[in-house]
């Protein structure tokens, strides 16, 4: 199994980026897919998940409006387009599939002026 993030850097505040996470190794579209964040000093935490088919969003109250979660089972894809973004927001972002024991390197987001 492999999950490889990418699409992290360096954006000013109110800026946006574009996470992508691409998967291998299991059958990406049966599973639910989450995108999680983990800050310096502080637990990893959930940010926005989606249902196998893509059918079905969530979002963590901080980043609703903000963040939105899809999937291209095409291309084992999942994406977070992150818009009008904040310094709380700096963080390692990852991918995961539900009931899929296995975790990303991460991709780095720094949101500063």
């Known amino acids: 199994v492999q999950l490889v993030e990418s699409g992290g850097g360096l954006v000013q505040p109110g800026g946006s980026l574009r996470l992508s996470c691409v998967a291998s190794g299991f059958t990406f579209s049966s599973y639910p897919m989450r995108w999680y964040r983990q800050a310096p000093g502080k637990e990893r935490s959930l940010v926005a998940g989606i249902t196998s088919a893509g059918g079905s969003t969530n979002y963590a109250d901080s980043v609703k409006g903000r963040f939105t979660i899809s999937r291209d089972n095409a291309k084992n894809t999942v994406y977070l387009q992150m818009n009008s973004l904040k310094p709380e927001d700096t963080a390692v972002y990852y991918c995961?599939?539900?009931?899929?024991?296995?975790w990303g390197q991460g991709t780095q987001v720094t949101v500063s002026s």
């Open positions: 995961k599939g539900i009931g899929v024991p296995y």
